[in-house]
């Protein structure tokens, strides 16, 4: 009954900017909270950003904070994660995703999300 879907993974060289859009479809009425996470080959997947939607709250990882910007529209429907100063540790599959509030841990544990996109890549060259 919840989809997600991300876009706008690519290539772009250090310094860069780059913004990663993820859809939500179906009942969007049921999502609490999105966020983006992370992972580059051999690491461990890691907490980018996340929005609380009741409140608009947003929280990032400190390797990105000052650089990314998260967001959503009224409906939840549309998230956005636009990158700036991109640097090659910045690669890495990024993934969508949402929750419900049913498997909820604490705001930025992956466990708190129950809907996940297929992911996107994005791949940052000095």
């Known amino acids: 009954q919840v989809q997600v879907m991300e876009s706008g993974g690519g290539s772009v060289q250090a310094g860069g900017s780059l913004r990663l859009s993820c859809v939500v479809s179906?009942?969007?009425?049921?999502?609490?909270?999105t966020a983006w996470f992370r992972q580059a080959p051999g690491k461990e997947r890691e907490v980018v950003a996340g929005?609380?939607?009741?409140?608009?709250?947003?929280n990032y990882a400190d390797s990105v904070k000052d650089r990314f910007t998260i967001s959503d529209d009224t409906g939840k429907k549309t998230l956005v994660l636009q990158m700036t100063a991109l640097t090659p540790e910045d690669t890495a599959m990024y993934y969508c995703?949402?929750?419900?509030?049913?498997?909820?841990?604490?705001?930025?544990?992956?466990?708190?999300?129950?809907?996940w996109g297929q992911g996107t890549q994005v791949t940052v060259s000095s």
């Open positions: 995703a949402a929750g419900d509030g049913s498997t909820y841990v604490r705001w930025l544990s992956e466990s708190s999300y129950n809907y």
């Open positions: 179906g009942d969007t009425s049921r999502i609490v909270a």
């Open positions: 929005i609380y939607h009741q409140y608009g709250w947003t």
